[in-house]
Structures are given as structure tokens and as C-alpha cells.
């Protein structure tokens, strides 16, 4: 039982890129969260997925898209990174409904030169 | 945006003592009330779950909870060298979202 996974955990990208930040979790959760932190910023939501084949926008959405593929997966894109987009990024889950806990997978750190 | 306080700190307390984090959250509505620590570099990492009014233990851990107050706090006694993380209280906002406190920095002294 992995839990939620985060692929890649480091990358480089140059102004312009583009790349997808894949997570995925094996707890039968319906609901998926992608964040990021900024030292003395805490955790910014970007996106959620509420439940599979729905997401919505959180407070920092500018640009990215995610898709949630299925239960299990949900991915996040930047289009063209830039220089701001520099952060650890951060998965989590929660079974939904009632319950708010979530769990968070180790995180991607992104470098945009 | 609804909003949850913290003092960032650093809060730097003596090894066996008690340590005390605090966290303050605007929503009147909000029901369920998290802790979660986050060592440096890693994820964080879900500790204390709190719904009701009053204190809640576990362990070496207590989460306190006035609603009337929009108040959060959490002990953690007989403090260890590794309790020195990041906590970061959560509160919820609806719609299957939490809002995060920026953390309060604690430093366990041997």
C-alpha cells in the first residue's frame, strides 16, 4: 500500500516548457488535491478533483490545467512554465464525503530558470 | 478568502517541556479542524483530528478546540528533539477543501 505517489520528485525546466506532474493513489480515495508551497506562503490549493470526472479551480489556478484520468490518478500540467512557478508541488487525497483528512504524497520540487 | 492564523515562529522549547502552537481560522461554519507536522523537505503528515468542542488526546499529543473562541491549539508534552518540524493547522471550507495556516516553526532543545 504505497499511499499516494508523486512523479517526478525534482525538475529543471526553462521558461517556456512544458511538462505534466503525475499522481496517483492506491486508497480508494474520491477526492484529489494538487497544492503548493512557497516558503511563508503555506499550501495554495491549484486544483481539485471532488470526485472522478469533476474538477475545479482552487486559489492559485493561473496557469494550469489538470485532468483527473481516473479514480486512482490525477495529473497536473503547466503549459508554459515561468519563473514564479518555481515551488514544491503537492498531491493529496481524501476519501471525500464527510471526512476532510487528507494524505499527501512526497512532493515534486520545480525549478523554472 | 477564509483564513487561518498562525504565528510562524520559531517556537524553541526545552526538551520534556510542553509545547504549545496555536492557530486562529475565520469561518464560523467550519467543522473539522486539523493538525498536520511536516519535517524539513518532506510531505506533511496528518497527526490530529479534532470535530467537537474540548480536547482530544492522543498519545503525547492534545488538540484543543473552541468554536466560540475560532480558536485551535496543540500540546504536545514531554517534548522530544524529534517533534522539531513545521505544524500546520487546516480547517475546512466547504466543498471538500481545506484551508492551510502558514505553520509555526518549533524547535525541540535537547
Known amino acids: 500500500n504505497a499511499g499516494v505517489t508523486q512523479t517526478p520528485k525534482f525538475q529543471v525546466l526553462k521558461t517556456g516548457q512544458s511538462m505534466t506532474l503525475q499522481c496517483a493513489q492506491d486508497?480508494?480515495?474520491?477526492?484529489m488535491y494538487w497544492y503548493r508551497q512557497d516558503p511563508g506562503m503555506g499550501l495554495r490549493l491549484i486544483y481539485y478533483?471532488?470526485?472522478?470526472?469533476?474538477?475545479d479551480k482552487g486559489e492559485v489556478p493561473n496557469g494550469y490545467n489538470v485532468s483527473r484520468l481516473n479514480k486512482r490518478e490525477f495529473s497536473l500540467r503547466l503549459e508554459s512554465a515561468a519563473p514564479s512557478q518555481t515551488s514544491v508541488y503537492f498531491c493529496?487525497?481524501?476519501?471525500?464525503?464527510?471526512?476532510?483528512?487528507?494524505?499527501f504524497g512526497p512532493g515534486t520540487r520545480l525549478t523554472v530558470t | 478568502q477564509k483564513e487561518v492564523e498562525q504565528n510562524s515562529g520559531p517556537l524553541s522549547v526545552p526538551e520534556g517541556a510542553i509545547a504549545s502552537l496555536n492557530c486562529t481560522y475565520s469561518?464560523?461554519?467550519?467543522?473539522?479542524f486539523f493538525w498536520y507536522r511536516q519535517y524539513s523537505g518532506k510531505s506533511p503528515e496528518l497527526i490530529m483530528s479534532?470535530?467537537?468542542?474540548g480536547d482530544k488526546e492522543d498519545g503525547r499529543f492534545t488538540a484543543q478546540l473552541n468554536k466560540a473562541s475560532q480558536y485551535v491549539s496543540l500540546l504536545i508534552r514531554d517534548s522530544q528533539p524529534s517533534d522539531s518540524a513545521t505544524y500546520l493547522c487546516?480547517?475546512?471550507?466547504?466543498?471538500?477543501?481545506?484551508?492551510f495556516g502558514q505553520g509555526t516553526r518549533l524547535t525541540i532543545n535537547p
Open positions: 493529496a487525497s481524501s476519501s471525500g464525503g464527510r471526512a476532510y483528512e487528507q494524505y
Open positions: 486508497m480508494n480515495h474520491n477526492s
Open positions: 478533483s471532488a470526485s472522478e470526472g469533476t474538477t
Open positions: 469561518d464560523r461554519g467550519s467543522q473539522s
Open positions: 479534532i470535530y467537537s468542542n
Open positions: 487546516a480547517v475546512d471550507q466547504g466543498a471538500q477543501k481545506l484551508v
